[in-house]
């Protein structure tokens, strides 16, 4: 079945304690995206990746890392998590970033930081 | 003002209605334009790509206005099931770049 799968669903952390949140996809996508959704604004771009080894930042992407080292994996990495960065988080990926090629969600990482 | 707005709702219809969303987009030069459905606490799914000369899927119709810089959603004999919120998103021009509404809630009762 051809899916975006992010792990894990649900995760409690502490500041400042490094965490990882997976995402791969099974489709052969060249473009991934991380987003955050926040009550009343919407969804927010993170970091996306064009391509193998290119990543760009998006709108709000302080705090965060990423990396691209394999065309199916797009890892979100928060070194020093806080809690302004508990959110809901989305990855998601597409055939490619341009046109009409629509995006396919992962089913979402709730994170909260206490 | 935001890129891409809509109003947040809730719409409350009751089954069998017909409703119709509005989304309103401030950069003419957006190229690619969808209507995502999301389920409380769930990812967001294609409900469908709008085309300029406007389309149609089931009981769904999209439309664009390049004019006035807006895209509309119509959902005729609601149903239960099509209770969700609803994101218009845009693409701009010849970039990577999706812009996503805050989308708007539906809710159909019975």
């Known amino acids: 079945e051809a899916q975006v799968t992010q792990n894990p669903r649900y995760l409690i952390t502490v500041t400042g304690k490094k965490l990882t949140v997976t995402c791969s996809q099974n489709?052969?996508?060249?473009?991934m995206s991380w987003y955050r959704q926040d009550p009343g604004l919407g969804l927010r771009q993170i970091y996306y990746s064009m391509n193998v080894e290119v990543t760009d930042k998006g709108d709000v992407p302080e705090g965060y890392k990423v990396s691209r080292k394999e065309k199916r994996n797009f890892p979100l990495i928060l070194e020093s998590p806080s809690p302004n960065q508990t959110s809901l988080y989305f990855c998601?990926?597409?055939?490619?970033?341009?046109?009409?090629?629509?995006?396919?969600f992962g089913n979402g990482t709730r994170l909260t930081v206490t | 003002r935001k890129e891409v707005e809509q109003d947040p709702g809730p719409f409350n219809v009751p089954e069998g209605a017909t409703v119709a969303f509005n989304c309103t987009y401030s950069n003419s030069a957006s190229q690619s334009f969808f209507w995502y459905r999301q389920d409380c606490r769930k990812e967001p799914k294609l409900l469908m790509s709008?085309?300029?000369s406007g389309n149609e899927d089931g009981r769904f119709t999209a439309q664009l206005n390049r004019a006035s810089q807006y895209i509309s959603l119509l959902i005729r004999d609601s149903k239960l099931s099509d209770s969700a919120t609803y994101l218009c998103?845009?693409?701009?021009?010849?970039?990577?770049?999706?812009?996503f509404g805050t989308g708007t809630r539906l809710q159909v009762f019975p």
């Open positions: 998601a990926s597409s055939l490619t970033g341009m046109g009409n090629s629509p995006l396919h």
């Open positions: 489709m052969n996508h060249e473009y």
């Open positions: 709008v085309y300029s």
């Open positions: 998103v845009v693409r701009r021009y010849n970039t990577d770049k999706l812009i």
